[in-house]
């Protein structure tokens, strides 16, 4: 079974600022999908950024980009010039294949922005 | 607005009662997921439907059950409820095949008085 691991329970940083999250997740597959989802306070899950495990260039969403290292299976979250909204919790996320099998969650890690 | 819809999204109930929670999909997705947010907790993976037959499990409680219809709408069914089952339910679906996503619903907030 997939495991989704999120080793920072809490993180902040100043407004303008970069944070970087870390995840890592366990897998003998070979094509998967990986994923950020941002949880702001309004509870609503948004996906920030996606990551095809086949596609070796790191994928970039303006202020979002990952660290893909697919051997090492690590994917890091970095966030450039933090904003207020940026304050969230983030959770990694694994899905094996195309078809939405085997969805799964890290534990999260809250993020705050500090002005 | 991610296209999933779900209702009721404040339900406040008592122990013992049964609830069911509605969640209409994106037009086009076959695949509903259903997942359990307690107070500041992570997402408990349910269960999952695909075009109308269950495909996965998760630590899904034998209280609770769910469907998907020939419409592609879902209901999770809560009963005997308790009040560890306060909590934010939501709803998923995905697309058949492609960038692999999950689009969720805005949730359904269950508390168990």
């Known amino acids: 079974a997939q495991t989704v691991t999120q080793s920072q329970p809490e993180m902040s940083v100043q407004e303008a600022e970069t944070v970087t999250l870390s995840c890592t997740y366990d897998t003998s597959e070979n094509n998967y999908y990986l994923f950020w989802y941002k949880q702001p306070p309004s509870r609503q899950m948004i996906l920030v950024i996606r990551q095809e495990a086949y596609k070796q260039q790191n994928a970039t969403e303006n202020r979002f980009s990952v660290n893909f290292q697919k051997a090492a299976k690590s994917f890091s979250l970095k966030i450039s010039d933090s904003q207020l909204g940026d304050t969230a919790m983030y959770f990694c996320a694994f899905m094996k294949g195309h078809y939405g099998q085997n969805f799964v969650f890290g534990p999260g890690t809250r993020l705050s922005v500090l002005p | 607005d991610s296209g999933v819809t779900q209702t009721p999204k404040h339900l406040i109930t008592a122990t013992g009662q049964r609830v069911t929670l509605r969640c209409s999909p994106r037009?086009?997705?076959?695949?509903v997921y259903w997942y359990q947010q307690s107070l500041d907790q992570g997402l408990q993976f349910l269960i999952q439907?695909?075009?109308?037959?269950?495909?996965a499990k998760g630590n899904i409680l034998e209280r609770f059950s769910a469907q998907q219809f020939p419409d592609l709408h879902s209901e999770l069914n809560l009963s005997s409820l308790e009040l560890g089952d306060s909590a934010l339910y939501f709803c998923?679906?995905?697309?058949?095949?492609?960038?692999?996503?999950?689009?969720f619903g805005e949730g359904s907030r269950l508390t168990v008085l």
């Open positions: 439907y695909y075009n109308g037959e269950e495909r």
């Open positions: 998923a679906s995905s697309p058949t095949r492609g960038t692999g996503e999950l689009f």
């Open positions: 037009s086009g997705d076959l695949s």
